[in-house]
């Protein structure tokens, strides 16, 4: 937890006392890197003691490696506040703008230090920027941009101020918020994102006042249970639309007229995207990072060779984007476009600005430091390298003759890689010697696993939370704490391993303190979000198209009104009802297309349209959609009786039960160094319960690459392993084997479990070794190909098969499987989507799990889609490589591939590239794939075979060329392969600008970049994979019906065929038709957006549905409340009937409707008994048998008739005392209706 202690010792080596005693001056360390965090720390505290102010800023060379810092600093300076200063995902000439996340984190570390020097702290501060966020200018007034405060139950707010000044902060105003930087306002309810928050916030108001403040899911919008009790809204941009800046925007206009549209929409205070670039041009000036840093501050530089290569680098790559993107939109001006004042800095020129904060005039208290692994000679070279030229001027050779260089006497720790036993024995070795060694690991398991490892060895092991400053010479403490890397000290005999050289994992920032980004659960599509012209599947008129939706006044049966008593004359009434509208096939030829009205509290019998090409639409009334639907329910019959029968089956056979965790279970799974997504805990739970019992699992677990799966089976392998069992792990791609193999190899380092590979990449005597290994149980796991599956290979006790995307094994494959699977627990693992439904009407057949939450630290893609140009994708590549990342560009004609290649390679000769396409021998293919992995190549060039089952971290850009001749599914699918990483993606869909684009071309980019949200996954492309993820499981010929009534139909199809035959209810479900004289609807007043309402409306229908169960009505009540605040009369009417309908349907009736002055009610065959009771309770109300239906007057007093409330209690209070309802059927413990499955 705190290495205070630690620091205090090191600093009594004669060789770290010498170093620390520069905490005044200018100074160039030469030190191995694990020692970087503590002379920082050790520097810093100095400073503090000599009346100096503690502040810092770090300099890394990359964002990761700032991070790693952060973290190794922190058990160093435990009452720091270590604050990350992030760079912009976009270089500053990039016609894209930065997040609302990554401009709020900036703002806050400027407004920290601000602040921090204004209040006179004395505690540490210490600010890590990457090369990239230093040297970049910035608006000048950032710390001056106040956020607005909200607390709860403060007074003296007026909302629709607030509304606009929120806008002037660069807010997003949107009828649902679901990123940072939006707002909504709903009635009295402000809906806020706060660029920094983990949760956006409802803001409730009563008058002027802030009554309640709440956090809220963005899955779902409803509150949270965490209390608030301020929120802080700073600006969500850093260029901000003030006065100055729109009048400089309209001057502009008139200079750069083919920027018009942007700079217009500038002046008008609207933001654009992209326009930061125009920062240089907008605003007065730009000032360099050291302008916000407090007075007397410090600046470390890490690795100063990279950190100014990077820094040359990045100024070339920026110019390049300047040309790509400036120069040709301000072609036809006067002049071009000056930005220059937005070009990164020289490294030179920040360190002027820092230790000169006035021009010309030395701060005597800012210094600057290099921390270096080399042994730094005259610092004089590096600033030279890093500023563009040997003639530094007078000001500069004072400064770096005043620079003392100080080498470190201390040695980097080996690195043992994941080799336990070396570590252990060197730390023997050392401890003999009278060493004091330090064991810093982040997670706790691994540093009570370390103990016991050291402790098996008979070393004398520690376990502490702080270690102390006195040390025992001999002795191993053993702390939880990050360090990235470890080093020893000769001179005092003092050491630190760190858990990368212990068991050869680097220790990342500790994920579980780290922010959890909201995530929207992304299977669930939501069936209507409609835009006109989409296709729609009514389940009993069948395919339409939705027009809109409207409001109507309706006549509602003759109803007594005030007038009708003097005069004796009845008028027809009115209510509002909101309907969608459906258009179908024209019943005559040449005529325009029938429409219906469909009531929006029957949605539950709408959902969209999903199954490939666009259907025809259906004739109402006509007998090719009953066709459709008669031969989809027989293909679901036939299903349906296989997939029972498989149940059964299973059911009956015997299987190794598994006993509970252990604790090396418990330590494994401590260990794991991010957040377990919701789904993913769930996920395990129902894992490790299956294992637990005796019948065999069989569980398939779906999720997209990067989800989380690997986990899961990493996890219930080990259980598996640690009673003595062996598992198998079959997966389609040799660079998938070497993946999971180094996962899984990592995950288990300091455990005694040995996993091998077998595949083609092993050799024959690797390949020998673990066969024999497999047969005699000496090796606990096997990763590997279908080589696996070969006879040659046999398993001493079998426990558990991994089966990794099960559907790209063929049937030869599956048949050998079948062998090896006899009784044994099987998990599957698929990247194509599960649809929802189909999981739940499979349910206990094949067990199932989704895991649909993305993972926390995932970003949106940058997208940029407009025509190809030379320099556009040189300047893409070359920032990919800055970062040292790698790139994907997809040209999908074999026949021209190799020539973009070349293209390429002149464009960005530094860059190794590497071509991969279908034709290629797939031995080439695959080695070509892993390469790439290895990192061995930059660019990967290559037809659409990356589009799945590729996952490469490090592959974080994509450059799609001809993206005009994709479909939007494909597109998705392509983009998903990067962003996989926590660096920013970024995807380019590039066109042709010589050939003119078609109008589905443009439809399709611009949705592409409209839908960068990940997990918006887009749900086309998702039902697509949806699609294919039902055909795995069920059967490609199923494709056909499919496309005959749409994809939600024919699963809601399957659900009731499966609960048919296992007896759960019956099947099929009666139209209701439900129409009182009330007015129930939502008004706008109360849910302003139509997409809103039409969720409501949605929600509420399937609240009331057949499928609904108990409560799930209050529950929509209880998110109306909570989202939109207390519902007026209309809404609590439209309630009530849902509530009724429910009733209606469970007493299997077809019509509930107001006709005249009396209410008609079928079918009604009720017994005499009812028929007495009827007649006794309703007087006037009449029986027809021969029609089955009953017509019961209204109750009417002085004419009139009752409220809407309560005609609607009345109603129902008739149905539930004339119709009896039956029981829902009895259930088993497991949930099951206990009626038996046939075939069992």
Known sequence: MNLQGFLTALSRAETIDAALAEAQRNADFSAPAGLDAPLIAGLLQRRADAGLPPALLAVTATSREGESLRASLAPYLPDAELIEFPAWETLPHERLSPSAETVGRRLHAIRRMHDWAAEGSRHPLVVVASVRAALQPLADNLASLDPVELVAGGRGYNLAELAVRLVDLAYARVDMVARRGEFAVRGGILDVFPPTADHPVRVEFFGDEVEELRAFSVADQRSLPDVVERVSLPPSRELLLTEPVRQRAREMVHEFPSLAGLLEKVSEGIPVEGMESLAPALLERLVPLAHYLPQGAAVAVLEPERVA?????????????????????TAGAAAPIDLAAGDFLTVRELRDAVLFSTPGQPDPQRVWWNFSGFDMGDAAEVVAAAGGGAAGGEAESQLTSATTTVRVVANAMPSFQGNVAGAVDHAAERLRDGWTLVVASAGHGLVERARDVLAEAGLAARLVDDVPAELEPGVAYLVQADAAHGYEVPGVKLGLLAESEFYGRAAGYDARQGKKLASRRRNVVDPLQLKAGDF????????????????????????????????????????????????????????????????????????????????SLSKMGGSDWAQAKGKARKAVRDIAVSLVKLYSARMASKGHAFGPDTPWQHELEEAFPFTETPDQLQTIDEVKADMERSIPMDRLLAGDVGFGKTEVAVRAAF??????????????????????????????????????????????????????????????????????????????????????????????????????????????????????????????????????????????????????????????????????????????????????????????????????????????????????????????VSTTIIETGLDITNANTIIIDRADKYGLSQLHQLRGRVGRGRERAYGYFLYD????????????????????????????????????GAGNLLGAEQAGHIAGVGFDLYLRMIGEAVSAFRGDVATGQTELRLELPVDAHIPEDYVDSERLRLEAYQKLSAASGPAAKDGQIDQVVDELVDRYGEPPEQVKHLVAISRLRREAQRAGLSDVIATGSKLRIAPANIPDSRRVRLERMYPGAKHFAQNDVILVPFPVTNGELPSDADLIDWVSRLIIAIFPIPEAPATDAAGQASTAAPGS
């Open 536 to 615: 729609v599947v009514h389940q009993t008129h069948g395919i339409g198209k939705f027009i809109e939706m409207v409001q109507r006044e309706v006549a509602t049966g003759a109803r007594p009104t005030g007038p009708s008593r003097t005069a004796g004359i009845q008028q027809q009434p009115t209510a509002v009802r909101e309907y969608l509208v459906i258009e179908y096939a024209p019943s005559k030829r040449g005529h325009a297309g029938d429409r219906l009205f469909v009531p929006t509290d029957q949605l539950d019998l709408l959902s969209r349209y999903v199954g490939g090409e666009a259907p």
């Open 993 to 1028: 600008p010589a050939k003119p684009l078609s109008e589905t071309a443009h439809d399709r980019l611009s949705t592409i970049a409209a839908n960068n949200e990940l997990g918006s996954g887009m749900q086309v492309a998702l039902k697509d994979l949806e699609i294919r």
């Open 309 to 329: 290569g990077r820094a040359v680098n990045l100024g070339e790559t920026n110019r390049e984007f300047l040309a790509a993107a400036w120069n040709a939109a």
């Open 719 to 940: 259980k598996a392993i640690q009673e003595g069992k062996q598992v198998a792990m079959l997966v389609p791609t040799t660079l998938l084997v070497k993946q999971h193999l180094e996962t899984f190899t990592e995950r288990y380092a300091g455990f005694p479990v040995h996993v091998r590979a077998l595949s083609r990449f092993q050799s024959d005597k690797e390949a020998r070794d673990t066969i024999a290994g497999l047969a005699d149980g000496t090796v606990d796991m096997v990763i590997g190909t279908h080589r696996i599956l070969t006879e040659k290979v046999t398993f001493k006790d079998v426990g558990l098969v991994i089966i990794d995307e099960e559907q790209r094994f063929g049937v030869e494959h599956k048949d050998a499987l079948k062998k090896l699977k006899t009784n044994v627990d099987i998990l599957a693992m698929s990247a194509t989507p599960i649809p929802r439904s189909l999981e739940m009407a499979v349910t206990g057949i094949r067990e199932m799990s989704t895991l649909a939450t993305p993972p926390e630290d995932r970003h949106p893609i940058l997208t940029f889609v407009g025509p190809y140009s030379d320099q556009q994708v040189a300047a893409a590549i070359r920032r990919e490589m800055l970062r040292e990342g790698q790139v994907f560009f997809v040209h999908n004609r074999v026949s021209s591939i190799n020539r973009v290649a070349a293209q390429l390679a002149e464009l960005v000769p530094e860059a190794r590239i590497a071509v991969a396409h279908g034709q290629l021998n797939e031995h080439v293919l695959e080695q070509i794939v892993n390469d790439f992995w290895e990192r061995k190549f930059d660019v990967l």
